[in-house]
């Protein structure tokens, strides 16, 4: 398959770059600045032409339209990973600034880059966009506050992922929102219960099973739907 990343150059994102060659993907890695991706781009010698890395950042509309230009189609499977936590968490800290940008990255930058991958994915028949949510985004899972911005960004990020489901459908291209879980990455610290590597191999598991009947929905890494 033809697969782009946003986020490409770490934690998650990079997992998924180095599962999806593995498997014969090509693969399209967006990332801020590639001039510092180093993991990202150690990946490129074992890749035998199959990585291309682009600089992206999600939050730009020339950004993201210089991306899409770059992207040939058709593309089979986008994965909108970009995405940041904001600080701090609790009620009396709250800085508008911050989450502002942690909407920005966390969920209007997934609309963007599906709008402007659109063509790419239609040319695919039967594409599939995977939004990289979280279990904190879910309001009917919320049991203990806080975490103000994210949860808030990654709830409007379902709600956007539930109309692309519907929005989408004439195009045949296929929306879920996927929790990866409390992951071992820089972002879920090292407290975390869940490898990157057994969350990101869980990903690509239940996206090959996801079909029509599933579009627009909320997913964990091992396919239980979540609630909302």
Known sequence: MNVVISGANRGIGLELVRQCLH??????????????????????????????????EVTDEASVKAFAAGIPSPVHLLINNAGVRSRPDDLAGLDSD????????????ALRMTLHLR???RAAGGAKVANLSSNL????????????????????????????????????????????????????????PTAVEL???????????????????????????LPW
């Open 23 to 56: 498997r014969g993907d090509v693969v399209h890695a967006g990332v801020r600045s590639p001039e510092r991706a180093g993991e990202l781009a150690a990946l490129s010698p074992g890749a035998h032409g199959l990585l291309h890395i682009h600089a992206l």
């Open 98 to 109: 911050d989450l502002t940008r942690t909407f920005q990255v966390n969920a209007v930058a």
């Open 119 to 121: 063509p790419q994915l």
């Open 137 to 192: 985004g879910s309001i009917a899972d919320n049991s203990w506050g806080g975490a103000y911005g994210y949860r808030m960004s990654k709830a409007a990020l379902n709600m956007a992922t539930r109309s692309l489901g519907h929005d989408l459908k004439e195009d045949h291209i296929l929306a879920f929102a996927l929790s990866p879980g409390w992951v071992r990455t820089d972002m879920g610290g090292s407290e975390a």
């Open 199 to 225: 969350s990101v191999s869980g990903l690509l598991s239940v996206l090959g099973r996801l079909g029509a009947e599933d579009t627009g929905g909320f997913f964990d890494f091992e396919g239980k739907r």
